[in-house]
């Protein structure tokens, strides 16, 4: 188990719902903070950075998509 906050769950709930799906860092916006909520994109950078970090030797199923935003590799699909 990994313990984490509200909105770090609602970040990583729909890339792992759908592994291997580009995700735009707008759509993680909605999905974590609402769609009502004004806030920076590269809020979600923070929050994928500190997943990251809590997910330690697992970080690297956070995958970025340069220019798009982030997608989660499906582990049991091998390397892509």
Do not use: C, W
């Amino acid at each position: 188990p990994i313990p984490l906050t509200v909105s770090e769950f609602r970040v990583l709930d729909p890339l792992i719902r759908q592994p291997g799906r580009v995700f735009q860092r707008s759509d993680l916006i909605d999905a974590a903070l609402g769609d009502d909520i004004m806030v920076l994109e590269r809020t979600i950078d923070v929050h994928i950075r500190s997943l990251r970090r809590k997910m330690q030797e697992h970080a690297d199923l956070i995958e970025t998509v340069r220019g798009v935003g982030y997608r989660f590799r499906d582990p049991s699909a091998g390397n892509s």
